[in-house]
């Protein structure tokens, strides 16, 4: 009886003891570690809305998160040789994470050595060809394809012959929505001429989608699949002046291209969520380093801008940057 | 009785008074220290509540006013435009002078330059007619001014400012600004006074935001605007609000009626400071997260509630150490009572407890216990007196009528001349005399008895003559035992009186001393006429006792054997009519006393 009443008393006291560890010592376990991640995205800040807003969005989240991020961007997205170099450099410097926008499919020869020193690989906007990938932030983009097919196709004569303007060969994103875009059009996809790519390059863009132009003097429908290859054709129709017999359907806006719209050369847009998608590269990363993802893949959303519903608040939010001293 | 007591002692004999006085008192200190702890901690809440209420409450109000003084200066800006004659004769001037233009635009151009937070400043009129910070700024041709509400509202109020919400400005060909825009009417002197064109201003955010920002309410607070429609003017995390990372309950804002209200749950909770303006119509909103405003708050709760449990580990202790104390000199005495009630004396010896009233208990029983045992001892030592002295009026002396029967014979004897006759008569009887006059010791060993036996028998032989004849035997071992006295010739006695006397014949009588396994056995058989059952019956009963026998019948010797030696020892009888009788007496062989 005497033992029994001593026994709890150490009981409630070892009790009491490790209340006080968890009572002190908690809060001290949760304090968020300093995680280092770099993001290299397909091409630098300033070259085009898309990568401005994405990175702006990382930083954000990064700033707002307390962690550190470095961007580690090529000058242009066709260079993809100074992307690998980039990846090969960040991996020298050992961050906890690398976000990467890779340009071309073809998976970069130093994954394997990245994932061996324990660096986390989380892919945003595109993917390359990785047999365990651990987390993709993006858009959906055959659910991007899709909904410019669908508009397309309702606003298409049935005969009408359509080229799609690609952005890159072997990309992930380009394949992805062409690939969308053809099951939006449902029996229309088998009025599509001719895919060409313009390498992400504006001029490339115009100049062939002058050629198709001349190839196909009945075109009816020009898609871009991404700002530089939608812009583009906009500018050969705009300065064609054939804006009434070919309408441009895009992916992704800028200034320009809703200009482009005010005036009447694109017929629609779809918008990615640009920011969104750079903020949540970083929140989710931080969320998988912290050891609880919230799932394989993640979709930053899209919408679909048409002329009627641009003034919208909720499609301005989307559209332009807010910029607090400009 | 007894199955009850064992439970008790299964479950503990004082379970319930030392768990009463256990529960009692860890009970009351614990709930002292509960409620103790339970009533500073929710007050550490509410003050810290409070406090931070009315200092975000300062704060946002401070901040509600300068967002007003800063749209009455901008207001007076474009006040001060609208009504100026260089902009009346851009605007509805009809003449080609080109003057008014530069001198607007110069004038503009300087604004512009001493205030970063004006984006645009400008002038318009819906049939193309305008100015926008330069003299060659360029519309966006694209634009239809009937869809802009600073513009078509401005015309609309009649003098009054108009101030849009965050709104992208599409006015100015490549530029599509987040701004807020003020606008007036501008009326037309020239051509009736009636209102037919727009001045305005947008600001860019960086006023409001440092409005915002320097008015810090603690870490992780922020403040931000909202209009009266709900839609956000300026946020910190503007960005993040419009894609949709964030949120604000701005539903909750708009349809408060206090200045201060809190949202959400958990770790999310979050205190609204709310200030409206009635220039602006603007809702100045301070969020400050509960987790923060309570964090100090917190801090002290988790010390107070360490030292809650302290508290509660020490009342735990402090009663079991107390109800131990008080209960454990009783559970003793109860455990030695309980022993002594078994009969083990030596449990009353416990240890002294001084002072208390279990202390004096304890004493009192002991002494009572001592008291019992002396008492006891006493009356056993009683007992065994009283044992004795029976044992020695048992024994009594030689019947007189056997000694006048032996003198006579001495006498006839005597008389008939026959010397060795009385002189070994005379000895016998003298030997027999002697032994049992010396009455000292209550033992004797077997040799005596039977020397005893045999000084009896050799009277006796004498007295029947030719009729009796005996024989004495005993193994060695035995003759050095010791016996209590007196036990053989009674039942000698019997022997011949009830089994020789009648007998035509001359009769023998054996008497024989042996050891049987651990027992002594003493045999006395005759070859006299035996008895019947009827006699055999009664062969123990009190009142045989013949007068021509020394006094000490056969049940006085079974009585003396079984109050000494116990009942499983004593005489046992085995006759025939016509053949005789043996009397058998069991006695022990191996007591202490037996062998000595």
Sequence with gaps: MKKKVFTLLMILLVLASAGLLVFFLGPAMKTKESWHLIYIPKSKEGTNDFWTSLISGARMAAEEYGVTLDV???????????????????VELRPDAILISPSVSTPSPYLEEARQRGIHIVYVDAVAEDPAPELIVSTDNLEVGRKLGEYTASVCDPEGKIAIVSQMRNSSTAEEREQGFREGLGALAENVMEVVYCDSTFEKATRLTKKLMEKYPDLTVIAGLNEDSSVGAARAIRDEGAEDRIMVVGVDSSLEAMELMEQGIFRCIVVQESFKMGYLGVVETIRLLQGKPQGLFVDSGCELVTKENMFDPRIEKLIFPFEEGA | MRRNKSLNRFFGRFNSIRTEIFGATAGLLVLAALALAAVSIYSMDTTAFETSEEFSGKIIRQVNQSIDSYISYMDNITSMIANSTDAQAVLFGSSADNGFRVRLGEQFQTILKSRSDIRNIGIIREDGNYLINVAVKRVNPYLDLDTQSWYTEALERNGGFVLTSSHVQALLRGERPWVITLSRGMRNYTGGGGIDGVAFIDLNYSVISELCEQNSIGKRGYVFVIDEEGEIVYHPQQQQLFSELRTENIEAIMSADEDAIVVGEGDTQKLYTIARSSLTGWTVVGSTDVSVLLQNSRRSQRFFLVITIVLVVLALLVSGILAGSITRPLQRL??????????????????????????????????????????????????????????????????????????????????????????????????????????????????????????????QQMRYKDKLSFSVEADPEVLPMRIIRLILQPLIENAIYHGIKYKESPGQILVRAYK???????????????????????????????YQSNGVGVYNVQQRIRLYYGQEY?????????????????????????LQ
């Design chain 1, 72 to 90: 580690m961007a090529p000058d242009k997205e066709q260079n993809v040789e100074q992307q690998e170099q980039l990846f090969r450099e960040a």
């Design chain 2, 334 to 459: 109860q455990e030695s009572m309980a022993r002594v009630q078994e009969g083990d004396f030596a449990a009353a010896e416990l240890p002294a407890v001084s002072g208390t009233e279990i202390g004096s208990l304890t004493e009192s029983f002991t002494v009572m216990t001592n008291r019992i045992q002396e008492l006891m001892e006493q009356n056993q030592r009683e007992q065994e007196e009283k044992r004795k002295s029976e044992l020695r009026a048992l024994q009594s002396q030689i019947n007189p009528h056997f000694l006048y029967n032996t003198l006579d014979s001495i006498i006839w004897m005597a008389e008939g001349k026959k010397h060795e006759e009385v002189v070994l008569m005379t000895s016998s009887l003298a030997r027999l005399l002697r032994q049992s006059i010396t009455n000292e010791d209550e033992l004797v060993t077997v040799e005596s008895e039977l020397s005893y036996a045999w000084s009896y028998l050799t009277i």
């Design chain 2, 516 to 546: 049987e396994e651990d027992q002594l056995i003493l045999l006395i058989r005759d070859d006299g006429v035996g008895m019947d059952e009827e006699v055999l019956k009664h062969i123990f009963d009190r009142h045989k006792v013949n």
């Design chain 2, 570 to 594: 004593g005489i046992r009888y085995e006759s025939r009519p016509g053949e005789g009788t043996t009397a058998r007496i069991t006695l022990p062989a191996d007591r202490e006393e037996v």
